[in-house]
């Protein structure tokens, strides 16, 4: 076999090959598109990366066949035919073509990329928004559970303040009606004072006119 028909064959499997890759690749890169999780998180990025690193090296490969095929079409020695020649010309020309379709596709996959992180980086700066706006909301909640707290131990001071102040009332009121009884006794203590002196009166009247009656009885008899 010659150097051209070995250098032909291997251009025809590495384009192929290439071909299958650079679909795969191709179709990476719409799954990325369409897809809303975390690329990283869910593995997309070392998918792309493994299979573009395998692409670019079956690029550089079949850059170097071709180069080897280009070096034979200019050889003096050795000039191949005209079915060679186009048969090296087009797989010039295949390769041109695989370059600018890979170059295309790797820059739509790096934009599919980019475009899921933008939006996963949206997602988690509104998760993180969701979530601070949720601690903000459970933090004022238990001010107000604090305040309503605060409030009803004011409450239960005032209801308790209320029932001091009725029993100390209730206590007045047994202090007056008591003191009012005394005040209503305080007449007929007084009728009984009034009895009582009169009473001695009287009875300090008696007591003289008998001395008297009996100093004057003394007095005859001596007499």
């Known amino acids: 076999m010659s150097e051209y028909d070995s250098l032909h064959r291997q251009c025809r499997t590495l384009e192929s090959l290439f071909d299958t890759k650079l679909t795969s690749y191709a ?43 280009g070096a034979l079409s200019n050889d003096p020695d050795g000039p191949p035919s005209q079915s060679m020649l186009r048969a090296i010309q087009r797989h010039r020309e295949v390769y041109q073509d695989y370059s600018k379709e890979f170059r295309r596709t790797k820059a739509n996959v790096q934009h599919a990329l980019d475009q899921a992180n933008l939006l996963s980086g949206v997602r988690n700066d509104i998760d993180a928004y969701k979530s601070s706006a949720a601690d903000s909301l459970l ?26 102040f009725a029993r100390q009332r ?54």
């Open 27 to 69: 179709r990476l890169a719409s799954t990325i598109t369409r897809s809303q999780d975390d690329v990283e998180a869910g593995g997309s990025a070392e998918r792309w990366k493994d299979l573009e690193i395998e692409v670019e090296e079956l690029l550089q490969k079949l850059g170097e066949l071709n180069d080897k095929l």
């Open 139 to 164: 933090a004022e909640r238990d001010h107000i559970d604090s305040s309503h707290r605060m409030t009803d131990d004011m409450l239960a001071q005032a209801y308790e303040t209320r029932a001091d």
């Open 170 to 223: 209730s206590t007045l009121s047994g202090i007056q009606t008591r003191m009012t009884g005394v005040l209503n006794m305080i007449p007929g203590i007084n009728n009984l004072l009034s009895m009582i002196k009169t009473r001695r009166r009287r009875d300090a009247i008696i007591i003289g006119c008998i001395i008297g009656l009996c100093t004057v009885l003394l007095l005859s008899y001596v007499f």
